[in-house]
């Protein structure tokens, strides 16, 4: 297969994965997406890293196109500036699929062991690794596509996303080697396909289809005391002015009139609802706002920054005014760029380019313990936290509801928050529990505990949002064992795939041929 159209076919297929995912969740374009790029490389295994960088640039680009939103309309960036910086995530991130296909590529003796060994343990590699690295920045990863309408979902409060990552890959793998009609070579030439193989690489899909559609039907968690009303507020206050002293009135008058005319046994407000140091808010306000919710039976719990004691921090946090004070939540992963700045002395040029009232933000701590809200056990978490499965599962444990807290005006209309209910339905699959989502613009939502949404509120409108929920109780298998389990497993497919004996390596004659073929 020749240079350009190799490349061309790759991009497009990962430019195509931008639908799999939210707001469209044309779940199987990703499995075809990804057995495409296999097919490509399967030809062209010399240009394999080329082939993968490419098929991720355009993914990634696709997918994270709103960075420029967030920089340019939001934050006032120039153009000339923000256009770069845009560029520069989906190129980062391009590397890891890159890498994941190169290795198959070198490591794998026969297609069946590239693509159905190989590829699924070094990409779930590489997507854990680039879920961790500089902090993390686990976006975009190939399972959330599968959520919740995919057979696939079934698998995510056993193995956790990472898991269904693997296994989404081993399925491509398999469709991959199941379209290589060339791949079984034994004189130079090719032979009859041999249909018993072919059939077991079609059972091998269907078993993994099949599988995750019986655990879908399982419910790892039981409910727990009686079930409640609960209020999202969604303010829909513009990013532009959120911040402006002149709208800081209206926006405290606001959320003032949106807890006094609800009746609700917990309201939830949205991440930095009130736009000011808690400490910095007018005298009595928050015991007023705290007074009316409890003369109608009703807690609440609001998003807002807080200083430390000693003024030297302030945190991003969820406050819970009650009689006993102000037990809360902070934010402890921290958006780079945005709530801290990373290696301030290469990088700290850039924010005179921006607006960003905040940026200066300390993180929270591990673990925190749950808020006791209208006899429910609350673990929040803010935004960009909700990505990152396995730092929930502590508070989870001990907690019966999940809450977010959001403000993703700072994507404008673009299909970020739709993502973001996507990423919130997962954390709900994996610990099996309710999620309640309270954001600013959207999307402000209700989550059951097997990911499907129950309520959300309509983007870009001013409104509370009211439905009932339910605690529960118990440990998934996720919950109970972390993503260890899916890397072992990982590192176990590769090693196996060293270790074939050198019988099972493709022929001299048939890498010969290979070779001829690029062109």
């Known amino acids: 297969m020749r240079t350009f159209p ?54 990634y680009l696709g997918n994270f196109h709103w960075v420029y939103n967030s920089l340019h309309d939001i934050a006032d960036m120039p153009s000339w500036l923000a256009l770069p910086l845009t560029a520069l ?8 699929p890159a890498l994941a296909v190169r290795v198959a590529a070198r490591l794998g003796h026969t297609p069946l062991t590239r693509w159905s060994l190989v590829f699924p343990a070094s990409w779930l590699l590489g997507e854990w690794l680039r879920g961790v690295l500089f902090t993390g920045f686990p976006w975009g990863q190939i399972a959330y596509s599968q959520i919740t309408e995919s057979p696939l979902a079934g698998f995510a409060p056993v193995t956790g996303i990472y898991g269904v990552s693997l296994l989404l890959a081993l399925l491509s793998g398999l469709l991959a080697t199941l379209a290589l009609t060339d791949w079984r070579w034994r004189t130079g030439r090719p032979v009859p396909p041999d249909w018993r193989r072919r059939i077991a690489l079609a059972g091998g899909i269907a078993a993994i289809a099949l599988a995750g559609s019986a655990l879908k039907s399982i419910s ?30 209206s926006t405290l008058e606001l959320y003032y009139r949106q807890v006094a005319e609800t009746r609700a046994d917990l309201m939830i407000l949205p991440e930095t609802a009130l736009p000011v140091f808690l400490e910095q808010l007018p005298p009595g306000y928050l015991s007023m706002l705290a007074g009316d919710a409890q003369r109608h039976g009703m807690a609440v719990a609001l998003g807002v920054v807080r200083q430390s004691p000693d003024g030297q921090h302030y945190y991003n946090a969820v406050v819970a005014p009650t009689e006993v004070g102000l037990p809360g939540y902070a934010k402890d992963h921290l958006v780079p760029f945005g709530e801290f700045i990373p290696l301030p002395a290469l990088t700290g040029w850039i924010y005179r380019f921006m607006n960003m009232p905040m940026s200066g933000f300390s993180r929270g701590g591990a673990d925190q313990p749950p808020l006791t809200l209208a006899g429910q056990q609350v673990a929040f978490n803010i935004c960009y936290e909700d990505s990152f499965g396995e730092e929930l599962i502590g508070p989870a444990a001990h907690a019966t509801l999940l809450a977010n807290v959001s403000n993703l005006a700072w994507f404008g209309k673009s299909s970020a928050a739709s993502l973001h209910l996507q990423m919130s339905q997962t954390r ?46 118990g440990l998934t298998p996720y919950m109970r064992s972390g993503n260890a389990p899916t890397l072992i497993v990982a590192l176990l497919m590769l090693l196996l795939a060293w270790r ?9 004659y048939s890498r010969k041929r290979d070779t001829s073929s690029r062109n």
């Open 220 to 249: 790892w968690t039981e409910p727990v005391g009686k079930p409640l009303t609960v209020a999202l507020a969604q303010g829909n206050i513009p990013q532009s002015i959120k911040w402006d002293p002149v709208s800081y009135q």
């Open 89 to 96: 995530l989906p190129g980062y991130l391009a590397l890891y």
């Open 428 to 473: 709900a699959l994996e610990t099996g529990r309710y999620m309640l989502r309270a954001t600013n613009t959207g999307m402000t939502g209700i989550i059951l505990p097997n990911g499907e949404v129950s309520e959300v509120a309509a983007p870009f409108s001013r409104q509370v949002l009211e439905g009932q929920v339910e605690g529960r109780r």
């Open 6 to 59: 190799s490349c061309l076919a790759a991009t497009l297929a990962g430019a195509a994965t931008l639908f799999a995912f939210a707001p469209w969740r044309l779940f199987w374009l990703m499995p075809l997406s990804l057995a495409a790029l296999a097919w490509i490389v399967e030809k062209n295994r010399d240009r394999a890293f080329a082939c993968g960088y490419l098929w991720g640039a355009a993914a």
């Open 500 to 508: 074939l004996p050198r019988s099972a390596r493709v022929p001299a």
